[in-house]
């Protein structure tokens, strides 16, 4: 597989990543035998980059991640952590906290529930009101010094937040939504994290399923499916946003892929700087079939027609969700 450089410092990574998440929680039921099939599936095809989060399932996500890389030479990957993020005994989200003396707390529990010594990539997951940007990458710098994390990573912030943490250490890359229908970032975020020399890891590029190809009005109805909760997968919004997904189906077939695999490769079109991740829980064949396609400039003109910017039909995420996501902000500068 075709390798990536995150930002101007940072590591050269695999073109695809593949996203943890879906495999402890929140899409539905997961299978643990068939979640670390996927790792090892993907490690065999190249992929390097694996993403988690020490918030997802409480820890049950990171103790996975260990499960599945027991056998693995540390040195063959890199793993991206997002932390801080704090949540009740009942799963609910009770806030963020980045304090230095936090984070050094979140990053030692990330450690042993990983089993390794160090870090790749450790980003706060969103940006913490209460915590000025400058005083958590702070205490991240001094853990770098340290050893135990590589590089610094940022989430879901917008320009004015990125310029002021970069200034205090070299930030390698964004972790933000990005795909067809999805392009929040194209307003001023994708322009300074390209001038500061930033590398973009992009996630939610099937929508979360959304634009796959594979969802339907009846799909995530079995268990607990957060998408369910969410503006773009209910009532006319649904239908609305499956409408298009019949016109990727269109152009796809003209191109000879699927819908999924058109969408991932259009991310990763974009830009050089740009790692698409994949939560593949069952479809990880489907979703490597996108690193072998090429988008001709037709291809890419066809699909600039039919997801023309704020095409979607509803928020990425519910009111009081979007309400606290820093990159949501218009840079002042």
Not at 99 to 119: C, E, M, V
Not at 162 to 176: F, G, K, N, T, Y
Not at 242 to 247: C, E, R, W, Y
Request: glycine share 10%.
């Amino acid at each position: 597989m075709d390798t990536r450089k995150l930002g101007s410092t940072g590591p050269a990574v695999s073109a695809l990543g593949l996203g943890c998440m879906g495999m402890s929680e929140v899409y539905g039921p997961a299978d643990r035998g068939e979640s670390i099939a996927t790792v090892h599936a993907a490690l065999d095809a190249g992929i390097t980059l694996l993403d988690t989060g020490d918030f997802y399932a409480m820890g049950h996500n990171e103790m996975l991640v260990r499960e599945a890389l027991k056998d693995v030479a540390r040195d063959r990957l890199q793993i991206s952590v997002k932390f801080g993020a704090l949540r009740g005994p009942a799963g609910e989200f009770a806030g963020m906290d980045t304090r230095p003396a936090a984070t050094k707390n979140f990053l030692a529990y990330s450690l042993q529930r990983l089993g390794t010594d160090y870090i790749d990539i450790y980003r706060p997951a969103r940006l913490d009101p209460n915590v000025p940007i400058e005083e958590t990458i702070g205490g991240l710098a001094d853990l770098v010094k340290s050893g135990y994390i590589r590089h610094i990573g940022l989430s879901e912030v917008g320009s004015d937040t990125i310029r002021r943490a970069h200034a205090v250490h070299p930030i390698v890359d964004l972790q933000i939504e990005y795909s067809l229908i999805e392009r929040g970032i194209e307003r001023d975020i994708l322009t300074t994290c390209r001038e500061l020399g930033i590398g973009i890891t992009a996630y939610g590029v099937l929508a979360r399923g959304l634009i796959s190809g594979h969802w339907s009005k009846e799909s995530g109805k079995i268990g607990r499916d957060y998408r369910l909760m969410t503006p773009r997968f209910q009532g006319a919004n649904l239908d609305a946003n499956l409408a298009l997904v019949d016109q990727l189906r269109a152009i796809a077939a003209e191109i000879g892929a699927t819908p999924a695999q058109v969408a991932i490769a259009w991310v990763a079109a974009q830009g050089k700087e740009i790692v698409p991740l994949v939560g593949a829980r069952n479809r990880l064949t489907e979703a490597l079939g996108a690193t072998r396609l090429t988008l001709t400039q037709a291809h890419l003109a066809a699909l600039a027609k039919a997801f023309p910017p704020d095409i979607a039909a509803g928020t990425r995420y519910a009111a009081e969700q979007m309400a606290h996501l820093d990159s949501e902000k218009p840079a002042t500068r």
